[in-house]
């Protein structure tokens, strides 16, 4: 009975609040919000026939969501191939970590809609194609410090114990490698990786409002300069909604390796 | 000149000598046990033979040759079993077997890793993690890999230590059982003057460190099968014991040591702070707040 109040009826009663306050606020201080009745009827179309595709920026919110996963998807897995070598060179070499730790920590905090343009400038002579490989770039240079740096962690968290294993048995380093350094650090890898996909699908939004990529954070900000607030609204709870089953997802993949 | 063979061996970390000047001898197919006090060094000899660790003066030969790095001609079980989790009990021997004998067929890989799981009673949780079994039982898997991989030596460094009394001597006797099968040259590191008389044909108390070094070695004219029932009764074992830790006390006499330390616990902070006592009350002294802390050893 307990457990039925504390993970079925609080929630329900968070969500609850959340839409009177929500109301309120529509009714009182922003008129121009859009009441929670007022996006359900505009969005409705959009929920109810979630893979419709109207036109190129009129399509349902599902088949947006899918667009925008296809592109987080390509760009966290570059984040993912270019992140996780560094972090095991940082975490193995000393030297390279005093020579490299300084511009990652310089790097790391610059924010997505800083490094768009630059994306954008990047790829410009890639014609049609620029958009995307900025996006990508974005995405790949945002997403990538969690998974560098937890791996680096992890690298340098190994006991001592298994790499005497290694020394004894004298593993090759290939071996050494695959046998020991990955198995022992994919722990910490896990928890970089999924702080990472995290972060991809923030930078995902920003990526297309700025480019103007049809999928929920392009179709936001068109929303937005088409004066129909309500369907904002869907897009973040849209966005909300996906990040936070990720996360789930990752951290289902992530205990599975934590108790190996 | 003897298998195993230490000469004028010294060991320093920084400034603090650990072992000085020791030698050490021991014949092919021989048992031998060091006792020791917790901290005189004894990993750090081990550690000296497997290769781990080079000495700072002396030379450790084995078969006549210097040991300058590890490798599988030493088989060593470790003290805390360093198994590696992600690997299953056979994993964890395969992974030895496969590096020492690269040219053996899979199928005799696989006989060899069976043999020793049965060697050491484990054919039934042959596909268990380490985390699902007990002390004993992983450090069980931790010998066999150590035999599996054929050494020329078998280093064990307080391999029980970390167990309970019950299944430490269970232990001893299947130690003492495979022993006798196939008759390796043994090292034994231990804290336990019993264990170290119970298994071995010699027994070498280290001294006290700092500097420690090996005193005389004490033969154990007990013959084999050794009962542990009657042992206890025997007054060669009686003697010898009285012996072993009466030179090991007078070794540590004079020694009045403090060691200092960094104190590295972890900081607990307490799960429901009274908020009344966070604002008005002073806040109680963290442990990582205590820099150091003198610890009086006599």
Redesign the interface.
């Known amino acids: 009975m307990k457990t039925k109040l504390d993970w079925v009826i609080l929630p329900a009663l968070g969500f609850a609040a959340a839409i009177v306050i929500w109301h309120i606020v529509s009714q009182t201080v922003s008129k121009e919000l859009p009441s929670p009745a007022k996006t359900w009827n505009e969005s409705r179309d959009y929920i109810l026939k979630p893979f419709e595709k109207r036109g190129e920026m009129d399509q349902g919110i599902l088949r947006f969501t899918w667009y925008s996963l296809l592109l987080v998807a390509k760009g966290y897995a570059i984040a993912l191939l270019v992140g996780t070598p560094i972090g095991f060179m940082l975490g193995l070499s000393k030297t390279f970590t005093k020579a490299f730790d300084p511009i990652i920590q310089v790097l790391r905090p610059v924010s997505p809609l800083a490094w768009l343009p630059l994306g954008l400038v990047l790829f410009l002579g890639a014609g049609k194609q620029a958009s995307e490989l900025g996006a990508l770039f974005t995405i790949a240079v945002c997403a990538m410090w969690p998974t560098v740096l937890n791996t680096a962690l992890g690298v340098r968290a190994i006991p001592q114990d298994y790499l005497n294993v290694a020394k004894v048995l004298q593993l090759s380093r290939r071996k050494t490698l695959f046998h020991i350094l990955i198995p022992a650090s994919l722990p910490y890898m896990f928890t970089g990786f999924r702080l990472s996909l995290g972060i991809a699908w923030l930078v995902i939004v920003a990526a297309e409002m700025l480019t103007g990529r049809p999928g929920v954070g392009g179709f936001l900000w068109q929303e937005y300069n088409a004066l129909n607030y309500a369907h904002i609204i869907l897009c973040i709870l849209t966005i909300g909604v996906v990040g936070f089953i990720l996360d789930r997802l990752m951290s289902l993949a992530e205990r599975r390796f934590k108790t190996a | 000149m003897g298998f195993l063979e230490l000469a004028n061996v010294s060991k320093s970390f920084g400034d603090s000598p650990v072992l000085q000047n020791l030698n050490l001898s021991v014949e092919k197919g021989e048992f031998v046990a060091i006792v020791g006090f917790s901290g005189a060094g004894k990993t750090t000899l081990i550690n000296l033979i497997?290769g781990?660790l080079k000495p700072d003066s002396g030379t450790v030969t084995l078969n006549d040759l210097e040991i300058v790095?590890?490798?599988?001609d030493?088989?060593?079980v470790?003290q805390?079993?360093?198994l590696?989790?992600?690997l299953n009990v056979h994993e964890n021997i395969l992974?030895?077997v496969d590096?020492?004998f690269p040219n053996w067929t899979p199928v005799k890989k696989e006989r060899h890793v069976e043999k020793y799981i049965a060697m050491v009673n484990l054919t039934e949780a042959r596909n268990k993690?380490p985390?699902e079994l007990s002390g004993g039982m992983r450090q069980r898997v931790s010998v066999a890999r150590a035999l599996a991989?054929d050494p020329q030596i078998l280093l064990l460094d307080e391999p029980l230590s970390a167990l309970d009394a019950l299944t430490r001597s269970t232990l001893q006797n299947e130690i003492s059982r495979i022993w006798q099968e196939d008759r390796k040259t043994v090292v034994l590191i231990t804290n336990d003057p019993d264990e170290g008389i119970y298994l071995a044909d010699r027994i070498i108390p280290l001294t006290a460190g700092p500097a420690a070094t090996l005193g005389p070695s004490f033969k154990v004219q007990i013959r084999r099968p050794r009962d542990r029932k009657a042992i206890n009764h025997d007054p060669n074992f009686r003697q010898l014991r009285r012996e072993v830790i009466e030179f090991m006390l007078e070794s540590q006499r004079g020694r009045h040591t403090a060691i200092t330390k960094k104190l590295v616990l972890p900081d607990i902070e307490p799960e429901e702070p009274n908020p009344a006592l966070l604002m008005f009350g002073t806040r109680p002294r963290r442990r990582n707040e205590v820099k150091e802390e003198t610890v009086e050893v006599s």
Do not use: T
């Not at chain 2, 790095?69 to 599988?72: A, D, N, V």
């Open positions: 497997s781990l790095s590890p490798g599988p030493r088989g060593v470790f805390n079993y360093s590696l989790p992600w992974l030895a590096q020492v993690k985390s991989i």
